[in-house]
């Protein structure tokens, strides 16, 4: 059931909590949605997509997160409620613009903004773990956060009229065990979707007014943290004199819960959850830490609280409290915050013994993982396109002999990297870096720079972050090859679109932004290829590599699974000839072009295929040295 369907029928509906998110925004009256897909952050979107096929609400993946919140700010000026959404590494490129809006404000037409930014510890999808959180004070705007899905929701509605009464955009943390957890929560009605949107102000930055804006800033953030103080979204609960206070926000607080539960200390330990993170209700903190003499910090990442409640008691003391958290050691500096972690640090401050996991129970565990547990590392789905194209790159540039550097991006491509870095690509930072890495390498033969440069990059990427970089290497005339994998979706976060797919948010047909002919406009000399066709790219790159200039390769065909649910049948019907495999010898199919569908059998040492994974490609025919796979058209 779609959280668009719920009617209040004095039950609860189980929901994911982005969709949590979404829904509290639509309650809000939210109009306007966009976002760049990433992440644990995608459903919101999505979901906000949903609704504007049937409400009056636009929803839109936009080219990357900077225009999403310029969109979404658009709005809010022009009156309505709207709501960008990113994630972490998201907010780095949308705060060029956000900055400055917290400098501004939304104007005098009602309107409102919250930008959803959602983290992920333990980087369980990314190449870091940042910390949002301290970026709310950097861009001076208030931050709120969940404890739980039905706080998303709760939360992301007081948000919109928090937003509206301050005239600012309110920044809501979400993070991955919120985001992508599920729960039954309690919604209300939708309200009419009827605000009209108008312009009849002026909102800008004035650069001679840089201090004025600001000051008027830091006085908005105190009203800001007045009203923070009486938020219900902070509470404590326990004892009223408990030995020591876990002071939390986000998913600290169900760690906690679970961690005094386990040890039975409920009636020794409080919790101090914190909903308002930025700017620090001081006052309500400070009232409830003169119950104890020990604090400990439970939040994950970085010391985000830790280091707001410690300035605060800088600036007016409380005798003989102790404080433990990650400047004590007591909490891990880095990773998402667990029971177990909580577990520990109240066993070792309370003195009560624990053991996490019986010994017994480990010996069980360990007894049944072989069984239970098949792995196959991480790797790219049968039939991608990007296996191939890979494969077709490692070989021309062994063969150029010129010790080629490749630099790469952000995308489903990032898997090149495994297994153990062995993979073609040598850089990997964010997305877009990839070009204009490639771009300043190209630029060093001065200095006795020999080796082709090679930048590898997704079509949404491109789209993304790549442009410019790949404008300032044709404008600097910098030597480069930008291989293009275009595979007609944002395929790593869910086959959402892009301006190369030709459709939109919300499924409706949309210009489509040819690649090849952007590029050649720029100047860049142009060549396209089928990355199935492993001779004949091969070919087309040992050629583009001993070229002059902004070379560009565009390998195109879509993701298989996009391929397969669409004609939904394989193109090839694969086999083996086992009187010709020498896997034995060889095993180049299963170990290092490493697709899931094929495996060395045990017993006779020979390839054999999964039919149930294989999808047909074909592709393993063209690189079995032995001629042991055959593939046959299928009809």
Known sequence: MSVLDYKPQNRDEFVLGNQAIARGALEAGVQFGAGYPGTPSSEIIETLAEAAKRLNVHAEWSTNEKVAAEGAAAAAFAGLRSLVAMKNAGLSVALDFLAHLSYTGLGDRGGAMVAAVCDDPNAHSSGDETDSRWLAQFASTPLVEA????????????????????????????????????????????????????????????????????????????KIRDRFESSAFNFY????????????????????????????????????????????????????LLKTRSLLFAEEVDPFLEHQVKEMLADD?????????????????????????????????????????????????????????VSRGLTWCPGCP????????????????????VTGDIGCYTLDVFPEGKGQMNLLHAMGSGTGLAAGF????????????????????????????????????SEMVLILLDNAATAMTGFQSHPGTGFNAVGKPAQRIDAEK??????????????????????????ILRGEGVRVLILRRNCEIVRMKREKTKPFAIRIEEQKCKCEECAICSSEFRCPALYQDEKSGKTSIKEDICCGCGVCAEICPFKAIVREEIG
């Open 518 to 543: 952007l590029c050649t406009s720029l100047g860049c000399k142009v060549t396209m290829g089928d990355p199935f066709d492993i001779r004949g790219t091969v070919k087309k790159i040992r050629e």
């Open 386 to 405: 990007h296996r191939a194209s890979f494969w077709a790159i490692g070989r021309a540039i062994k063969a150029d002999g010129r010790e080629g550097y």
């Open 237 to 288: 609960e326990g004892p009223e004199k408990p030995e020591l206070i876990i002071v939390c926000g986000g998913s600290g607080r169900p760690c906690a819960q679970e961690a005094l539960e386990t040890l039975d200390l409920q009636g020794r330990v409080g919790i101090l959850k914190v909903g308002t993170l930025w700017p620090l209700p001081r006052r309500f903190v400070r009232k409830h």
């Open 442 to 477: 190209g630029q060093l033969k001065p200095f006795g720079y020999t080796q082709p440069v090679v930048n590898i990059c997704g079509d949404s990427t491109f789209f993304h972050a790549a442009i410019p970089a790949l404008v300032n290497a044709v404008y600097n005339q």
């Open 147 to 222: 404890s739980s899905i039905q706080e998303a929701r709760d939360i992301t509605r007081w948000a919109f009229d928090l937003s509206q009464e301050f005239k600012c955009f309110v920044l809501l943390r979400g993070y991955t065990r919120l985001c992508h957890a599920s729960s039954a929560i309690r919604m209300d009605e939708l309200p009419a979707f009827d605000r009209k949107a108008r312009s009849d102000s002026s909102v800008a930055i004035n650069p001679y007014l840089g201090m004025p804006h600001h000051e008027a800033v830091v006085e908005k953030l105190e």
């Open 317 to 373: 003391p409380i005798a003989g409290l102790r404080i433990y958290g990650k400047g004590s050691g007591h909490i891990p500096a880095f990773g998402e915050i667990t029971p177990d972690r909580v577990l520990k640090a109240l066993s070792t401050l309370l003195k009560v013994e624990y053991e996490p996991i019986g010994q017994a129970y480990r010996k069980m565990l360990s007894d049944l993982s072989p069984g239970l547990i």
